[in-house]
């Protein structure tokens, strides 16, 4: 069987055939043999029986007159022509079993004598004997006269007579399974050979097929048409089209991936923007296109096998999770890469599932805006020297509030020293101390002018919001108090931290308040209202959102408007007093902190601007 | 390739698997013809024979004990054959295929003899076939020239003389060839010695794009010629080929010559020719007889031929009241071939060396003008026959 199971389809069409053929020629051939010998030997019995009868009956007179010539002739016509064959001898003998003719002619066989005499009491008339070593069926047919038995007539049947004809039959046999086996040999190997042939060639095709080469259809197969013709409808030429349909689909297939293939890698190559092969599990850089390398400094080889997070500030776990099954296209914006020898880019990312090489991957596309954020916080830096320059005059009263202390304080020295009085312990200790006082608030103001004149890079920090409203509450806090206008603060002190930068968001709150005031200024112009102006900045937080929100009581922003106030250059101001900068700038940090604004107003009545940004937890964090 | 490779290996393994089951299938069992010294004792070799010694064919019978006799006799007399006597045993079968049956079952089975010897007769001859055949025992010597004894080709029969095919080819070559007589007529005795006469004459003259004329018979034992002799009288045929009994061909004759019908006559040996023309007379005149061989007298010629001589010799010294005949004759050469055969073979003689001790006898001259010749599968010695005519009452060997 297990050779069986290595054969090749052919070999078991082949075996399984002729062992059918075989099988059943010999169970027809054991069938027929039992058969014939049980056939042949009752007929073998009758036949001699017969002869045996026809032996008596003319002998019978013979035995009456003893005449042995005429008996010995009798028993040897009984064995004329192909009897021979049957009879073996012929014994006629006296009612004593005395022989009295015979078929003998070279001596008598062993212990046939004492058979004929005992056939008498014989039961049976039909005897299995050995002569010769010949096994003989020996039949006893009686003479009779009258009722009396007055001799027998005794044949010797050759059961050798039965082989012979069977072993002939057998011969015959033999031939014809012989012949009907060798037919069949090349019936089966032919058989085999048309069912297993086109197999063996769409096999080898498939082989071919494996390794790449497609042009076997066309070149290896030109007998397809013969194929065809000569196996007409069946199986295997459906078989043998489908694989030749599939082969040339496949062959089409294959050239347009490989086009495709070429023209993707063209766009990879040769595509403006760097784009990395990121293995979806573990962020490991898989491939780099040229533009990549060339922008971070590495060679391809380097690139290869690196972490995209020790490349780029992505938080990992948000870049993970951000799509945990979906096929859709993830875009960062203002992600921090870090070059080779240490410069930092900016680049916008889109990050999509992809398949390369049989394996699930990112295509990480990036596109360099480090231009761009340079140009962004050169205007934010213009827009807050504008926001300074408006403010100067206020700064400078601030200052010289000190400096006239300091002055007051030092003539009042002065004039002591050239009266040439003493200066009263006291009062010497109280000017000193309310100089130096002075001196520090100036420095302070100083200070926090220089904080924030200061140009801020882009990078995001956990930072408290609160810190950032007081510290601008600082700067012109005493400004606002001074146009007559209450700048009350509604802290939330147990909010949480979010991620941003102070500079920036304290130029926000800044350009928000400047903003307040201004609309507050507006609203007593217009109407020559005499309310007092109101600023009210207060902080909240629920699980997820740290919320900051600004109220004014001024004019208000038109409905028509509102849309348009975070364009660029748009304004409401008259001509050189804005730039119409301020509200897009604010819009585009908070964007970049992942934040929301939202206004909300009522023409005449005031506005409330609403700041939403992301917790930080730091402790989620780790 | 390596699939054909396999498949035609597959292929030959079925074929051997074939031939091995053909080779075991039993062969018909060659029981190799035993060494069978039956009948050979130190001194003696026995000879059995049955023949007629009584009867209507008595004369046939004793006539030629008689010649084989006096040779043996001889032979006996100086000494044997190598050292051995030979002892025929001779039983009378009255010219009774039965009796001839029992008599050759008695030879081989109680007296034990070696060889057959001498049979006389087609009907009795042919009924010991199956007997010889089974016990593998040689005849040598039969009076009948019958086809069935010479075809199909039996090694146990030995003939010595020509058969009646050889006779009847001979009679229509002289008639034919020599005569120019195409009108030939055909009249046989109803039994098997006639039916081979009858054959071989047919088929002599269909060599020669003739057929008989016509064709009459008698049955075996009866003078019932008058309805044969009518056909063939009527059909005025030149010739007429006799394969018949000496009284039935001389009553034949004799109603053509009493009817004035003289076409030529021509009979076989197996006639008895001496007594054909003793019971014509003078109608026999010009009778044709082939004979088998040479006529056992001196008339028609100077000197006799040296085995006749010989014959005449022996006979008159043994059998002095004998007189040379055909049959004695034929009788003499057969124990002359015996003879030879048994001197051939030698000392440790079985019955295998003995036959092929025969086949060895080749262009023997016997000193009848007859180059005697047997061989592998020839088992046909005498191929010539003399033709001899009756003239004045006596049988005349024709040069």
């Known amino acids: 069987?297990?050779?069986?199971?290595?054969?090749?389809?052919?070999?078991?069409?082949?075996?399984?055939?002729?062992?059918?053929?075989?099988?059943?020629?010999?169970?027809?051939?054991?069938?027929?043999?039992?058969?014939?010998?049980?056939?042949?030997?009752?007929?073998?019995?009758?036949?001699?029986?017969?002869?045996?009868?026809?032996?008596?009956?003319?002998?019978?007179?013979?035995?009456?007159?003893?005449?042995?010539?005429?008996?010995?002739?009798?028993?040897?016509?009984?064995?004329?022509?192909?009897?021979?064959?049957?009879?073996?001898?012929?014994?006629?003998?006296?009612?004593?079993?005395?022989?009295?003719?015979?078929?003998?002619?070279?001596?008598?066989?062993?212990?046939?004598?004492?058979?004929?005499?005992?056939?008498?009491?014989?039961?049976?008339?039909?005897?299995?004997?050995?002569?010769?070593?010949?096994?003989?069926?020996?039949?006893?047919?009686?003479?009779?006269?009258?009722?009396?038995?007055?001799?027998?007539?005794?044949?010797?049947?050759?059961?050798?007579?039965?082989?012979?004809?069977?072993?002939?039959?057998?011969?015959?046999?033999?031939?014809?399974?012989?012949t009907v086996t060798i037919l069949f040999f090349f019936l089966s190997h032919r058989l085999a050979l048309q069912i297993t042939k086109?197999?063996?060639?769409?096999?080898?095709?498939?082989?071919?097929?494996?390794?790449?080469?497609?042009?076997?259809?066309?070149?290896?197969?030109?007998?397809?048409?013969?194929?065809?013709?000569?196996?007409?409808?069946?199986?295997?030429?459906?078989?043998?089209?489908?694989?030749?349909?599939?082969?040339?689909?496949?062959?089409?297939?294959?050239?347009?991936?490989?086009?495709?293939?070429?023209?993707?890698?063209?766009?990879?190559?040769?595509?403006?923007?760097?784009?990395?092969?990121?293995?979806?599990?573990?962020?490991?850089?898989?491939?780099?296109?040229?533009n990549a390398t060339h922008l971070l400094g590495y060679e391809r080889d380097?690139?290869?096998?690196?972490?995209?997070?020790?490349?780029?500030?992505?938080?990992?776990?948000?870049?993970?999770?951000?799509?945990?099954?979906?096929?859709?296209?993830?875009?960062?914006?203002?992600?921090?890469?870090?070059?080779?020898?240490?410069?930092?880019?900016?680049?916008?990312?889109?990050?999509?599932?992809?398949?390369?090489?049989?394996?699930?991957?990112?295509?990480?596309?990036?596109?360099?805006?480090?231009?761009?954020?340079?140009?962004?916080?050169?205007?934010?830096?213009?827009?807050?020297?504008?926001?300074?320059?408006?403010?100067?005059?206020?700064?400078?009263?601030?200052?010289?509030?000190?400096?006239?202390?300091?002055?007051?304080?030092?003539?009042y020295l002065n004039m002591m020293c050239e009266k040439k009085q003493s200066v009263k312990e006291g009062d010497l200790s109280v000017v000193a101390g309310e100089i130096s006082e002075q001196v520090t608030r100036a420095s302070e103001i100083v200070g926090r002018l220089k904080g924030f004149s200061r140009k801020a890079d882009f990078s995001r920090e956990a930072i408290d919001i609160n810190a950032c409203v007081l510290?601008?509450?600082?700067?012109?806090?005493?400004?606002?108090?001074?146009?007559?206008?209450?700048?009350?603060?509604?802290?939330?002190?147990?909010?949480?931290?979010?991620?941003?930068?102070?500079?920036?968001?304290?130029?926000?709150?800044?350009?928000?308040?400047?903003?307040?005031?201004?609309?507050i200024n507006e609203r007593a112009e217009k109407y020559k209202d005499i309310e007092k102006g109101v600023i009210k900045v207060s902080t909240s937080s629920d699980d997820e959102m740290v919320f900051l929100t600004l109220l004014d009581n001024g004019i208000g922003i038109d409905p028509d408007l509102k849309k348009r106030i975070f364009e660029s250059f748009y304004t409401t101001k008259k001509m050189g007093e804005g730039l119409g900068l301020g509200l897009p700038i604010i819009h585009n940090i908070v964007k970049d902190y992942s934040g929301t604004i939202n206004v909300r107003s009522t023409p005449g009545s005031g506005a409330s601007f609403e700041l939403i940004f992301p917790a930080h937890h730091r402790a989620k964090a780790v | 390739m390596k699939l054909d490779q396999k498949a035609t290996s597959l292929f030959i393994f079925l074929c051997m698997l074939f031939i091995l089951l053909h080779a075991c299938s039993p062969t018909p069992d060659s029981t190799a013809a035993k060494e069978n010294k039956t009948g050979i004792k130190d001194d003696e070799i026995l000879i059995g024979s049955s023949l007629a010694l009584e009867g209507h064919a008595g004369y046939l019978g004793t006539q030629m004990l008689q010649g084989a006799m006096a040779y043996i006799q001889h032979i006996n007399s100086t000494g044997g054959i190598h050292s051995r006597k030979i002892t025929l045993i001779a039983m009378d079968d009255s010219y009774d295929p039965t009796q001839c049956l029992y008599n050759t079952q008695r030879l081989i089975m109680e007296k034990k003899v070696f060889s057959l010897f001498c049979y006389v007769g087609t009907p009795t001859t042919v009924r010991i076939v199956p007997l010889i055949n089974e016990a593998k025992i040689p005849l040598v010597g039969m009076f009948t020239g019958a086809n069935r004894l010479r075809q199909p080709v039996n090694r146990y029969l030995i003939n010595i003389r020509a058969s009646y095919y050889q006779e009847t080819r001979a009679a229509v070559k002289l008639i034919v060839n020599e005569m120019k007589l195409d009108r030939v007529a055909v009249f046989y005795q109803y039994d098997e010695y006639g039916f081979d006469g009858l054959r071989g004459t047919e088929i002599a003259l269909k060599r020669n794009g003739l057929v008989p004329v016509a064709k009459g018979s008698y049955i075996r034992g009866t003078l019932d010629v008058e309805s044969g002799f009518e056909k063939i009288m009527l059909s005025g045929a030149d010739a007429v080929v006799m394969i018949g009994t000496y009284d039935s061909c001389a009553k034949f004759i004799n109603l053509a010559r009493a009817k004035d019908y003289n076409p030529v006559f021509h009979a076989v040996s197996f006639v008895g020719s001496k007594e054909l023309a003793r019971r014509l007379g003078d109608q026999g005149e010009g009778v044709i007889v082939t004979q088998v061989v040479?006529?056992?007298?001196?008339?028609?010629?100077?000197?006799?031929?040296?085995?006749?001589?010989?014959?005449?010799?022996?006979?008159?010294?043994?059998?002095?009241?004998?007189?040379?005949?055909?049959?004695?004759?034929?009788?003499?050469?057969?124990?002359?071939?015996?003879?030879?055969?048994?001197?051939?073979?030698?000392?440790?003689?079985?019955?295998e060396k003995f036959i092929r001790a025969i086949e060895t006898i080749h262009q023997y001259d016997l000193g009848i003008l007859n180059l005697l010749s047997f061989g592998k599968n020839d088992y046909q010695g005498l191929d010539n026959v003399y033709y001899t005519m009756i003239k004045d009452g006596e049988l005349v060997l024709l040069q």
Do not use: W
């Not at chain 1, 489908?242 to 766009?267: A, D, G, P, W």
């Not at chain 1, 799509?323 to 999509?352: C, M, Q, W």
């Not at chain 2, 051939?344 to 003689?349: F, K, L, T």
């Open chain 2, 294 to 351: 040479p006529p056992p007298n001196t008339i028609g010629q100077k000197e006799p031929l040296p085995g006749v001589k010989e014959y005449i010799e022996l006979l008159s010294r043994y059998y002095p009241e004998s007189k040379p005949s055909f049959v004695g004759l034929e009788g003499y050469l057969n124990a002359r071939i015996l003879s030879e055969g048994l001197e051939r073979a030698g000392r440790n003689i079985t019955r």
């Open chain 1, 471 to 519: 510290s601008v509450k600082k700067i012109i806090g005493r400004q606002i108090k001074l146009q007559n206008i209450d700048f009350n603060l509604e802290l939330d002190k147990n909010i949480p931290e979010i991620l941003a930068h102070n500079n920036r968001m304290e130029q926000v709150i800044f350009n928000l308040v400047t903003n307040a005031r201004d609309a």
């Open chain 1, 302 to 411: 380097e690139l290869v096998g690196m972490d995209l997070f020790n490349l780029a500030g992505i938080e990992d776990e948000r870049f993970i999770s951000s799509y945990p099954e979906g096929k859709t296209i993830v875009t960062r914006s203002k992600v921090r890469f870090v070059k080779k020898d240490g410069e930092v880019l900016f680049v916008n990312i889109h990050a999509s599932p992809f398949e390369y090489q049989n394996e699930d991957v990112i295509i990480v596309a990036a596109t360099d805006i480090t231009e761009l954020i340079e140009k962004d916080s050169q205007l934010i830096q213009a827009s807050k020297m504008n926001n300074l320059e408006k403010m100067s005059a206020g700064i400078a009263h601030e200052i010289n509030q000190p400096l006239n202390a300091i002055k007051l304080g030092s003539e």
């Open chain 1, 1 to 178: 069987m297990k050779y069986f199971n290595g054969l090749s389809l052919k070999n078991k069409i082949f075996v399984t055939c002729l062992g059918f053929i075989l099988l059943v020629s010999i169970l027809i051939g054991l069938f027929t043999r039992s058969l014939l010998i049980s056939g042949l030997t009752s007929e073998l019995k009758k036949r001699g029986t017969g002869i045996a009868q026809g032996i008596a009956d003319s002998s019978r007179v013979y035995i009456l007159t003893n005449n042995r010539a005429e008996l010995t002739a009798l028993a040897y016509d009984a064995r004329l022509g192909n009897r021979k064959d049957i009879v073996k001898y012929l014994v006629i003998s006296d009612d004593q079993g005395e022989i009295l003719a015979h078929t003998f002619t070279s001596g008598y066989p062993a212990g046939i004598k004492k058979i004929v005499k005992a056939s008498r009491e014989l039961e049976d008339n039909i005897i299995s004997i050995d002569v010769n070593k010949d096994r003989i069926f020996h039949v006893v047919v009686p003479v009779e006269e009258g009722i009396y038995t007055i001799g027998s007539v005794q044949i010797g049947l050759d059961q050798h007579h039965i082989d012979k004809l069977i072993s002939n039959l057998r011969l015959l046999f033999l031939s014809f399974l012989s």
């Open chain 1, 198 to 290: 086109p197999i063996s060639s769409l096999i080898r095709y498939t082989d071919q097929l494996k390794k790449g080469n497609f042009n076997i259809v066309s070149t290896e197969m030109p007998d397809r048409e013969a194929l065809h013709s000569s196996a007409s409808d069946d199986e295997i030429s459906k078989l043998t089209d489908s694989f030749i349909k599939m082969t040339s689909e496949l062959k089409n297939s294959t050239t347009r991936l490989t086009e495709s293939q070429e023209r993707y890698r063209s766009l990879f190559k040769s595509g403006p923007n760097p784009i990395f092969v990121v293995d979806k599990k573990t962020f490991t850089i898989l491939d780099a296109n040229p």
